[in-house]
C-alpha cells in the first residue's frame, strides 16, 4: 500500500483486495456491542472539508474513533479561509498540531495530491471537484461484494451525470482493477471528452443495458456545478435516464440498485426504486464507517485489530 490514498487508480488488485477483506474484518467489530479497537491509540486524524458533506465526514469521523483516534474536525466555514488562508498554510498549521492522517474535501481536483506535497502524514482524498472520490468507490465495490459474491466478470452499470462526478471515475478505475465490466450510460453532454480513454464502455441507451446488468449504480445530477444547460428538462432527464419503477422491472430479478448519495429523488432515481429490497443505499453508508475504518488501520499502520 502507497502511504496516501489519492486515486482508486493508484490500488493494485492485491491493495483494494487487502482493503476489503480488512473492512469485513472491521464489519465484525461493528457488529460487536462494544465497536472500539485501541489500534490508533494516541495517533491524530483531521478531517479537512472545504466543500459539504454529510455521509463522508461524519463515516470517517466514525471510523477514526472507532480506532481510537483522536480526531480534529475542520470546517472551512468558520475558518481562517474566509481570511484568504491558503491550502497550504491552513495544511501546515494542522500538521503542528501533530496530524498523522489529513482527509480532505476539496472543490478544486487535485488538491489532496498538492497536499501530499506538504505534509508529513498519510493524505486521505475524501473527494476533490470533479476528479475522485476512492473511499466511495471501495465501500461501492465492499456493498457490492456483500451481495453478489466476487465481482469478477460482473456487469456493473453507471447512469447519470458522469461529467461532474469523482464517484464514476474512481469506481471505473476501481471496478476495473476487480475485474468487472462497467458501462457508463449518459447523455453525450454529461460525458467527459476524455471517457474514450477510460477502461469501460459507454452507451446512451439505458433500457438496452439493463437487462444485463448485475448492478445499476444511479448518479446525482449535481446541478450545483452545472453553468450550462445539460439537457431540455428534468422532466425529460428523468424520461431517459431515470430509474423508474418500469425501468426496474427491466433489470435481472437479482440485480442491485445504488447510489451514493444525496440524491434527487424522483429525478435521477424514483423513491419506491431508491426504498426497495434491492436497493443498496443504506447499507452503503454503514460501509463508508467499515471502509473508513480499514483504510485509516492500514494507511497508519496499526497493529492487530
Ligand atoms: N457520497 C458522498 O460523498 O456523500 P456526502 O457528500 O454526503 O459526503
Not at 487487502?18 to 478531517?47: F, H, Q, W
Not at 464514476?168 to 449518459?186: I, K, W, Y
Request: net charge neutral; with cysteine.
Amino acid at each position: 500500500m502507497k502511504r496516501h490514498l489519492i486515486s482508486a487508480g493508484d490500488l493494485a488488485k492485491d491493495d483494494a483486495l487487502l482493503i476489503l477483506d480488512t473492512a469485513e474484518e472491521m464489519a465484525r467489530v461493528s457488529e460487536r456491542s462494544i465497536k472500539k479497537l485501541p489500534t490508533l491509540r494516541g495517533r491524530t486524524v483531521v478531517n479537512l472539508f472545504f466543500e459539504d458533506s454529510t455521509r463522508t465526514r461524519i463515516s470517517f469521523e466514525a471510523a477514526a474513533k472507532r480506532l481510537s483516534a483522536d480526531v480534529i474536525n475542520f470546517s472551512a466555514k468558520g475558518s481562517s479561509v474566509s481570511k484568504g488562508e491558503s491550502l497550504k498554510d491552513t495544511a501546515l498549521t494542522l500538521e503542528a498540531m501533530g496530524a498523522d492522517a489529513v482527509v480532505i474535501r476539496h472543490s478544486a481536483s487535485g488538491a489532496p495530491h498538492r497536499l501530499a506535497n506538504w505534509v508529513r502524514g498519510s493524505v486521505l482524498n475524501a473527494g476533490d471537484g470533479t476528479h475522485e472520490h476512492p473511499t466511495q468507490a471501495l465501500l461501492d465495490a465492499f456493498s457490492m461484494r456483500r451481495r453478489l459474491g466476487n465481482l469478477d466478470g460482473r456487469n456493473v452499470t453507471i447512469v447519470g451525470d458522469v461529467l461532474h462526478s469523482r464517484v464514476a471515475r474512481s469506481n471505473v478505475l476501481l471496478l476495473h482493477t476487480l475485474g468487472a465490466q462497467v458501462t457508463l450510460v449518459a447523455p453525450p453532454t454529461l460525458l467527459p471528452v476524455s471517457v474514450g480513454t477510460w477502461p469501460c464502455e459507454v452507451s446512451y441507451d439505458l433500457d438496452a443495458v439493463l437487462p444485463k446488468s448485475d448492478v445499476v449504480m444511479m448518479l446525482r445530477v449535481q446541478k450545483e456545478r452545472m453553468n450550462a444547460a445539460y439537457f431540455p428538462s428534468e422532466r425529460e432527464y428523468s424520461r431517459r435516464y431515470g430509474l423508474d419503477r418500469d425501468r426496474f422491472a427491466k433489470m435481472p430479478d437479482d440485480a442491485i440498485v445504488m447510489h451514493p448519495g444525496p440524491m434527487n429523488r424522483g429525478m435521477e432515481i424514483a423513491a419506491e426504486v431508491a426504498d426497495s429490497a434491492r436497493s443498496t443505499i443504506v447499507e452503503q453508508v454503514a460501509n463508508g464507517v467499515t471502509i473508513r475504518m480499514a483504510v485509516l488501520y492500514l494507511l497508519l499502520g496499526g497493529e492487530t485489530a
